[in-house]
């Protein structure tokens, strides 16, 4: 991970005698509330429509007929709210 990167997820959990929330990017307690960057879901789910793709005679590949990589982009802005 990069210095001004954020991790993929953290976990807050409640420390007992304190009270307090703590993060951390390990799952401590097993019971932690998890939460995942939103552009991190978003990518793994292009990288998901990407592997289903298949070669195509223009190039541009696609899941039964519907995903390319405009489509793909769309999906992107989509999730941004753009």
Same mark, same amino acid.
């Given at each position: 991970?990069?210095?001004?990167?954020? /991790?993929?997820?953290?976990?807050?959990?409640?420390? /007992?005698?304190?009270?307090?929330?703590?993060?951390?990017?390990?799952? !401590?307690?097993?019971? @932690?509330?998890?939460?995942?960057?939103?552009?991190?879901?978003?990518?793994?789910?292009?990288? #998901?429509?990407?592997?289903?793709?298949?070669?195509? /005679? @223009?190039?541009?590949?696609? !899941?039964?007929? !519907?995903?390319?990589?405009?489509? !793909?982009?769309? #999906?992107?802005?989509?999730?941004?709210?753009?």
């Amino acid at each position: 991970m990069n210095t001004n990167e954020a /991790p993929e997820k953290i976990y807050v959990h409640r420390t /007992p005698h304190l009270g307090l929330l703590e993060a951390s990017e390990m799952n !401590i307690t097993g019971s @932690d509330i998890e939460y995942t960057r939103t552009d991190a879901v978003t990518e793994k789910a292009c990288e #998901f429509l990407k592997s289903y793709r298949q070669d195509t /005679p @223009d190039g541009c590949g696609y !899941i039964a007929g !519907i995903v390319n990589d405009k489509t !793909i982009e769309d #999906f992107k802005n989509y999730m941004k709210g753009e």
